[in-house]
């Protein structure tokens, strides 16, 4: 079985509410994280329980983070880093504490994911995102503009504003960091964590780098199967996970997703799916989300979840970014009706491989 889940931001930040995901047919799990709580430091345990009594108060389980986030010391390699660690150590701890039992992260320098435009309007009259690489040889600060002044007010995830204040200062704090430097610093990190995961019954998920490839000069590790493999063998745990995320690595029209997703779902190294859609539009590869539908874009939907469903995956899974459609003025990509089509729609192609079999 699936255990289908539905990202949400929190009842402070987001419009939707857990009343709705609970509408969403065969949705069970919240994806949910501490959004006050600033990077490196350790999530109180009160504040997590209260979460947790929130979700599970409305019918609902809260049992995948998605993030906690990496102080960029950690990234970086600095002395420091090994108070961030512990903390991250206690956080963990805590997490467990509260029936959490997968953390996405990702190990991405400065930026989270990156688009280029957050709400280019489609033929049908929706909105999503869109990268174009033409647009990300401008500045980072420029970069940055766009995407903050287009979040229909709301705080994206993966770019909170103090961190992007500092950003000039970041960017001389990596100047060393290559990819061989980040790689060592990640095995630092999962060296010192994955113990304390493999006893708190906790797995690591880590997120690809969206886009797959490198801007701006920073370093990106995890972007094809051959990432995947390092990743895994530095430290060889089931506790040391992968999150497979269809759209960031469809990106790369090389990537090709169904063997990837039988390779390392066999290996019981995925404990959490993201699923969704994007459409190419043109050869540089620059292209858009997309409704889930696989028509709508590039990738072959059903193909993903008919590896998925061969290799007997019974992982955390969820819809990503959908389009903003019927007048819904919500957080780019994480409207409430375009994911729950999504949803649907996986469910769907689910049930009749079920039946098939
Ligand atoms: C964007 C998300 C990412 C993802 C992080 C995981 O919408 O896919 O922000 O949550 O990279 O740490």
Aim: hydrophobic share 35%; proline share 6%; charged share 25%.
């Amino acid at each position: 079985m699936l255990k289908m889940g539905f990202r949400w931001f929190g009842a402070q930040d987001d419009p939707i509410t857990l009343s709705q995901i609970r509408q969403i047919p065969g949705t069970t799990q919240v994806v949910g994280a501490l959004y006050d709580v600033p990077v490196g430091e350790v999530w109180p345990l009160e504040k997590i329980q209260a979460l947790k009594k929130q979700v599970t108060d409305a019918s609902l389980s809260l049992e995948v983070i998605e993030s906690v986030n990496i102080h960029d010391d950690i990234k970086i390699g600095k002395p420091s880093r090994d108070r961030y660690i512990e903390n991250y150590q206690q956080t963990i701890r805590n997490l467990a504490k509260c029936g959490i039992k997968v953390i996405c992260y990702n190990f991405m320098p400065i930026f989270d994911w990156i688009r280029t435009d957050l709400a280019y309007p489609l033929p049908d009259g929706s909105t999503v995102m869109r990268f174009e690489h033409q647009q990300v040889e401008k500045s980072p600060e420029e970069m940055i503009a766009t995407v903050q002044n287009n979040a229909n007010g709301f705080e994206l995830p993966g770019w909170e504003p103090e961190r992007l204040a500092r950003v000039q200062r970041l960017f001389t704090d990596y100047r060393d960091v290559d990819a061989a430097k980040l790689r060592a610093n990640l095995k630092y990190f999962l060296d010192a964590i994955i113990p304390v995961c493999e006893e708190c019954d906790v797995k690591m998920a880590m997120h690809p780098d969206d886009p797959p490839m490198s801007l701006f000069g920073l370093p990106r590790i995890y972007k094809n199967r051959d990432d995947m493999q390092q990743i895994l063998a530095m430290h060889d745990s089931p506790y040391n996970g992968l999150t497979i995320c269809t759209g960031s690595l469809g990106e790369n029209p090389a990537n090709d997703l169904p063997a990837i997703i039988r390779e390392f779902v066999s290996r019981d190294r995925v404990p959490f799916m993201h699923v969704r859609n994007i459409k190419f539009t043109n050869e540089q590869g620059d292209f858009h989300e997309s409704a889930h539908l696989s028509r709508e874009g590039s990738l072959d939907m059903v193909a993903i979840m008919q590896a998925l469903h061969e290799k007997h995956f019974d992982g955390y899974i969820r819809p990503d970014h959908g389009r903003n459609i019927w007048g819904e003025t919500g957080r780019p990509g994480y409207g409430l009706y375009d994911r729950a089509l999504g949803i649907a729609y996986l469910n769907g192609i689910w049930e009749t491989l079920d039946h098939e079999k």
